[in-house]
Nanobody
Framework: VQLVESGGGAVQAGGSLRLTCAAS????????MGWFRQGPEKEREGVAT???????TYADSVKGRFTISRDNAKNTLYLQMNSLKPEDTAIYYC??????????????????????WGQGTQVTVSS
């Protein structure tokens, strides 16, 4: 399994970014895909998950602002982030975990304890 994130950057509060995760070696039916983040001096936080049946789940802190989606033909996962806030500043990681891990709620609140994730992409939001 290989996951490669891109799309991070520096934006002002209220701005938008779209993160991309290029995935390989994953059988979608066996995996739940998602994003988690690690902010400066903060606990790791689960952000969003997308299960193989299309069901998405979000952290309360990003509901209504972030949207997780995927392009199956391209084996790519996305995270559209709108109305960004300074508290969204973090390294964002794409992750793939077993399908039951998400379905049974273990992903929340701080993301996966095991599974696969990439190197991360930095998002910095200034006020």
């Amino acid at each position: 399994v290989q996951l490669v994130e891109s799309g991070g950057g520096a934006v002002q509060a209220g701005g938008s970014l779209r993160l991309t995760c290029a995935a390989s070696g994953i059988d979608r039916s066996d995996y739940c895909m998602g994003w988690f983040r690690q902010g400066p001096e903060k606990e790791r936080e689960g952000v969003a998950t997308l299960e193989s049946d299309g069901r998405s789940t979000y952290a309360d802190s990003v509901k209504g602002r972030f949207t997780i989606s995927r392009d199956n033909a391209k084996n790519t996962l996305y995270l559209q982030m709108n109305s960004l806030k300074p508290e969204d500043t973090a390294i964002y990681y794409c992750t793939a975990v077993g399908a039951s891990y998400c379905r049974d709620g273990y992903f929340w609140p701080d993301g996966p304890s095991f599974g696969h994730w990439g190197q991360g992409t930095q998002v910095t939001v200034s006020s």
